[in-house]
């Protein structure tokens, strides 16, 4: 009878699994020294005992590592596109826009064309480097998990480490030093990986430089809105003192005689007095000058035998 396949992990699942995993593996006492088997019974216990009522499925400790194998590769190998777009330095770019690169990075891989699915533990796990004594990931599991094997191959590989607990089934997490960041030593990559590389390399400086241009673009938009804003302050100021002296002229040019009114004509008087002596001060002239203008104007206003009284 063929066993039956447990339900798909959900979010929040995961987001379980992390925390149950990241704290066992903590653990001052039980996190040192522990064999493989001892340390995923824990988290099989933890995990289990600790979760909440709407997880309606029990998982067991074989279920739980590998479920933590695939989260890790996929983590490892978008942290490792992550340090790529970091050390381009790009100018100007938040955490956000290098995880965006990072993600289009790690879509050129076949095996993640259709994205990174982990978005949801990536909070919990993308700073695991400060858990670990170099920053390996893979060591990190691989002290927990025992003997690995290729995910991709059904024979295990002379280079994987001896497990902890020779009983307990064996996996791989698959995660290179150039994902992960490690420090063992590199092999040289292939000739199609090596173009590949370049390709995406010609791709996040094209992002990159796409990006730059913008930003040049928006300075130039800017600064010409600013001139913009200056030289309609300019037309506003000239209209504003042109409608001003249209209505100093309207006073200048009022027939004090057809004023009947006293008080009215004395008004205007002043008015014409006062536009007279701004524009004699405007054109630098003295208040001498000024009051011999504003005398001589007044006596062409009288004219000769009028009855305008002095003022």
Not at 80 to 87: A, K, M, T, Y
Not at 151 to 164: G, N
Not at 294 to 307: E, K
Request: some cysteine.
């Amino acid at each position: 009878m063929a066993t039956q396949r447990s339900a798909s992990y959900t979010n929040e699942e995961d987001m379980h699994l992390c925390h149950i995993y990241l704290d066992v593996s903590q653990n001052p006492i039980l996190g040192i020294n522990q064999s493989s088997d001892y340390f995923w019974s824990r988290v099989e216990l933890e995990y289990n005992s600790s979760k909440p009522v709407f997880f309606t499925q029990v998982r067991n400790k074989r279920s739980l590592q590998c479920r933590m194998q695939l989260i890790f590769k996929a983590v490892g190998k978008l942290r490792g596109c992550v340090r790529q777009i970091e050390n381009m330095n790009p100018s100007g770019a938040s955490e956000q826009d290098i995880l965006i690169r990072a993600k289009i990075l790690l879509a050129e891989d076949k095996s993640y064309k259709k994205g990174f699915r982990f978005d949801h533990v990536w909070p919990i796990l993308k700073d695991i480097e400060k858990f670990t004594d170099n920053g390996n990931v893979a060591e990190l599991l691989q002290r927990q998990t025992g003997k690995f094997v290729s995910s991709e191959s059904e024979t295990p590989t002379s280079e994987s480490p001896q497990s902890m607990s020779p009983g307990l089934s064996s996996f791989s997490l698959n995660i290179n030093d150039e994902d992960i960041g490690g420090s063992s030593a590199k092999r040289p990559i292939g000739v199609k990986k090596a173009k590949l590389k370049r390709k995406n390399d010609e791709e996040v400086s094209t992002i990159i430089e796409t990006i730059k241009e913008e930003n040049r673009r928006f300075a130039e938009i800017f600064k010409q809105g600013s001139s913009d804003r200056a030289q309609n302050y300019e037309i506003q100021k000239k209209k504003l003192a042109l409608a001003e002296y249209r209505e100093d002229n309207k006073i200048l040019f009022k027939d004090l005689n057809s004023i009947t009114d006293p008080s009215l004509r004395e008004f205007f008087q002043n008015e014409q007095l006062r536009v007279m002596q701004k524009r004699a001060q405007h054109h630098g002239q003295g208040s001498q000058n000024t009051s011999n203008s504003v005398d001589q104007y007044l006596d062409n206003l009288r004219g000769s035998g009028t009855n305008l009284p002095d003022y």
